[in-house]
């Protein structure tokens, strides 16, 4: 069965503080996708990026990039000089290659504070 | 391009009534996904409706319905509502093929109350 952690309930930091978020997964696929999502407090989830298991590259976009690594099952996101605008809840997602098992991990609460 | 909608965007109902809720996913986006969120149980997966048809469908009882009509909207049912049922349900769609996944897009959600 396919399974999503998120190890951190709850983080809270200083505006401009670099903060990561971390994700570990489950699944017996060799194919396979994840996501991470983010939830404002408006509560409609806000997609951010999508990597499949084949392309392992780490990605920038803006303050934000993504670190992957199938030897340890994890897609950890980190966001550089945080904004207060980031608070939210950061979900986690993986999808097998059919979309038909999509599976969140419980989130993480993320407080960046002026 | 207009995103995921979904109507109503709250409702309250009592115990034992019955409730439906749409969802217009993006044009051209045939995969209809719906999700309830409780902050015990977090997102979980309801069902999975593509072309027309339930492809998938996670572990709810039965009182829980969904259909997909031909334009690729969609409505849940809940029937015979319980205080548990209170809840964010979240549609989204995704232009799944069959073939291979695509991302999804999420509507704003339904909040469900149920007293």
């Known amino acids: 069965a396919q399974k999503v952690t998120q190890a951190q309930t709850e983080i809270s930091v200083v505006e401009k503080e670099d903060v990561t978020l971390d994700c570990v997964y489950e699944?017996?696929?060799?194919?396979?996708?994840l996501f991470w999502y983010k939830q404002p407090p408006s509560g409609e989830l806000v997609f951010l990026i999508r990597r499949n298991s084949f392309d392992e590259q780490n990605e920038i976009s803006g303050r934000y990039s993504w670190n992957f690594q199938k030897s340890t099952s994890s897609f950890n996101f980190t966001i550089t000089a945080s904004q207060v605008v980031d608070s939210a809840v950061y979900f986690c997602?993986?999808?097998?290659?059919?979309?038909?098992?999509?599976?969140f991990g419980p989130g993480t609460r993320l407080s960046v504070l002026p | 391009k207009a995103g995921v909608t979904q109507t109503p965007r709250y409702l309250i109902k009592t115990r034992g009534q019955q409730v439906t809720l749409s969802c217009s996913p993006i044009s051209g986006h045939r995969s209809v996904s719906w999700y309830q969120q409780t902050p015990g149980q977090g997102l979980q997966f309801l069902f999975e409706?593509?072309?027309?048809?339930?492809?998938n469908k996670g572990n709810f009882p039965g009182r829980f319905s969904g259909r997909q009509f031909s334009n690729s909207r969609s409505e849940m049912n809940v029937s015979t509502l319980e205080l548990g049922d209170s809840a964010l349900y979240l549609c989204?769609?995704?232009?799944?093929?069959?073939?291979?996944?695509?991302?999804?897009?999420f509507g704003p959600g339904t909040r469900l109350t149920v007293l």
């Open positions: 409706y593509f072309s027309e048809t339930q492809r």
């Open positions: 989204a769609s995704s232009f799944t093929s069959g073939y291979s996944t695509d991302t999804q897009y």
């Open positions: 997602a993986l999808s097998d290659n059919y979309g038909q098992n999509f599976v």
């Open positions: 699944t017996r696929d060799t194919t396979y996708y």
